[in-house]
């Protein structure tokens, strides 16, 4: 007797599509995570490094200021958080960030000779030190010539007695905007100004060409635009 399978040729091909049909699926959800893995791992830097935040929340003294990064002078100084000292300098009179230093050649360093066009600061923690306007009040009196320039323009100049820590220096104040500092005399080399002002747990110290004196009140506004512009949110 002739037997004939009971399995038809549709119920065989209907039985392989109901194995192939989970590897399909496995396969699908295997390189999909495969997918995903690498994609999570994959480095995000590229060749030329990840660029640096345009400005940098530094805390000096416990005072906090904005800081933007390209007018960090030390690069050891470019990084957020608590820090002792840190060193900036701005172009004068726009106060911008200063741009690259240029690089300069023994066959290019007198042509690099420039003017000074940048005001320079740095912050520092006081640790309760005497504050610049007790120094101003109580200190430099002491040392001063006991003759006073008239007011020019509203600028008084003071000299410092020859046989005083300040002998070669000279002392202006004013009133409106407030303004005092200590520059040294013209001679070799040009002079300079410095300028102080105490911030909460922080010494700011302005430096500047004394030629900017002329035009007083621009450096004196200069000082005081940059103070408000690095003040970090009063906590």
Excluded at 4 to 19: D, E, K, L, N, Y
Excluded at 23 to 29: E, K, P, R
Excluded at 99 to 106: L, N
Excluded at 175 to 187: K, Q
Aim: a neutral charge.
């Amino acid at each position: 007797m002739t037997v004939f399978s009971a399995v038809s040729p549709r119920s065989g091909r209907t039985h392989a599509r109901a194995h192939i049909v989970p590897i399909v699926l496995g396969s699908t959800a295997a390189l999909g995570a495969v997918a995903l893995v690498a994609y999570l791992l994959w480095p995000t830097w590229g060749s030329g490094g990840a660029n640096a935040p345009d400005r940098l929340p530094v805390s000096v003294g416990g005072t906090l200021f904005n800081v933007p990064t390209t007018a960090i002078r030390m690069k050891i100084q470019r990084h957020s958080g608590p820090q002792e000292r840190i060193d900036l300098d701005f172009l004068y009179p726009s106060l911008e960030p200063p741009g690259a230093p240029k690089h300069v050649t023994a066959d290019t360093v007198e042509e690099a000779m420039q003017p000074i066009d940048r005001i320079f600061l740095s912050i520092a923690a006081h640790h309760d030190a005497l504050a610049p306007g007790q120094r101003v009040s109580t200190i430099y009196p002491r040392y001063l010539d006991g003759a006073a320039t008239m007011p020019e323009d509203g600028l008084t100049m003071r000299m410092f007695r020859s046989d005083t820590p300040y002998g070669s220096e000279d002392f202006y104040s004013a009133a409106n905007p407030a303004l005092t500092a200590r520059c040294t005399r013209d001679g070799a080399t040009p002079g300079m100004c410095l300028s102080e002002r105490r911030l909460g747990g922080a010494d700011l110290t302005f430096r500047f060409p004394r030629s900017w004196l002329s035009q007083w009140r621009d450096a004196a506004e200069a000082m005081d635009r940059l103070t408000a512009q690095l003040r970090g949110p009063k906590g």
